[in-house]
């Protein structure tokens, strides 16, 4: 079975920063894309940023120059650092990663980690 578990989410200020981690653990023989997503109270999930294994990244424009996401291939862990902190940022944060254990694919979702920009 395969686990993904995050951490790092919090109430910061507008302007502030936090890191998110997430660490895969189970019976994975490799990952493929790793990302993070995230959804406001009434509305939909969305992507935040993505990062393939060979360490191209991709992310939504709203967090663009703001958010940085990185990854670390023998720890099965992404990281997103978040930069200058908005209240729109406000939601709760799930990673997810596609993974792989033996000859079969599948993506797999954390548990959610919240943060929440006010002052």
């Known amino acids: 079975q395969v686990q993904l578990v995050e951490s790092g989410g919090g109430l910061v200020q507008p302007g502030g920063s936090l890191r998110l981690s997430c660490a895969a653990s189970?019976?994975?023989?490799?990952?493929?894309?790793m990302g993070w997503y995230r959804q406001a109270p009434g509305k939909q999930r969305e992507l935040v940023a993505t990062?393939?294994?060979?360490?191209?990244?991709n992310y939504a424009d709203s967090v663009k120059g703001r958010f940085t996401i990185s990854r670390d291939n023998v720890k099965n862990t992404v990281y997103l650092q978040m930069n200058n902190l908005k209240p729109e940022d406000t939601a709760v944060y799930y990673c997810?990663?596609?993974?792989?254990?033996?000859?079969?694919?599948?993506?797999?979702w954390g548990q959610g980690t919240q943060v929440t920009v006010s002052s």
């Open positions: 189970g019976s994975i023989r490799s990952i493929d894309t």
């Open positions: 997810n990663a596609d993974i792989w254990m033996g000859l079969y694919r599948r993506g797999y």
């Open positions: 990062i393939t294994n060979g360490g191209t990244s």
